[in-house]
């Protein structure tokens, strides 16, 4: 008998600016994979929950090439929840391109392929889902990976930095701030780390910029 066929559940597939890490900006195929376990309080893609359809590997290879675009995020809901992803992440990577997740601090990353970028959304107090985080998943990041911090407010922001040095953050990899849409004011947060000379990157979801909360973008 031949290998089993790996079939993921999947919300969407579709092109656009990177909106967020190092890559913000570029254009990028986007792969949203269905489902999450966790339910952040500011969470902008619930509609990825639940329903989606059931996709063959190879068809999603040929979708992605069909796109056009050399770089790829897996995102979701949660992608890790579903055990294919994996797979997923090892063809895209053999397949030649650059790869990215996007990943909650919940899930374990032992068997990432490490060719991926892996950008963690470490989650804070306020998301309501702090205790959910694994911190000893973060020991594995290295130079190219990416913690993400969304920040809803002054005591978010300083657990967050404090979490920073409590884990040696800065010496193993980049680290993203966000504040949270709606919910902070972006001009706040930056005023708060550049009073603190905190060597962090702030960020702005850029799709939401030029977006909104627009599905599919």
């Known amino acids: 008998m031949g290998r089993p066929i790996t079939r993921l559940k999947i919300t969407e597939i579709f092109h656009s600016l990177q909106g967020e890490a190092d890559t913000v900006g570029i254009p990028t195929s986007f792969i949203r994979l269905t489902g999450c376990p966790l339910r952040c309080q500011y969470c902008d893609t619930a509609y990825a929950f639940h329903g989606g359809q059931w996709w063959e ?54 068997e990432v392929d490490p060719r991926v970028v892996r950008v963690v959304d470490v989650k804070t107090p306020g998301s309501g889902e702090e205790p959910r985080n694994r911190y000893e998943e973060l020991a594995r990041l290295e130079a190219k990976d990416q913690v993400k911090f969304v920040i809803c407010d002054r005591a978010d922001y300083e657990w967050s930095a404090t979490k920073v040095r409590e884990l040696a953050l800065l010496d193993r990899c980049g680290i993203l701030f966000s504040p949270s849409y709606a919910q902070l004011a972006a001009p706040e947060l930056a005023e708060w780390i550049l009073a603190d000379r905190l060597p962090v990157r702030f960020q702005i979801q850029l799709h939401k910029v030029l977006w909104g909360n627009t599905p599919g973008k």
Do not use: N
């Open 57 to 110: 590997i190879e068809a999603v290879l040929a979708r992605v090439r069909a796109l056009g675009s050399r770089y790829v995020c897996v995102t979701g809901g949660e992608p890790l929840a579903q055990r294919g992803c994996l797979e997923l992440l090892l063809r895209l990577c053999d397949a030649d391109f650059r790869v990215s997740i996007e990943t909650s601090g919940a899930m374990s990353l032992t």
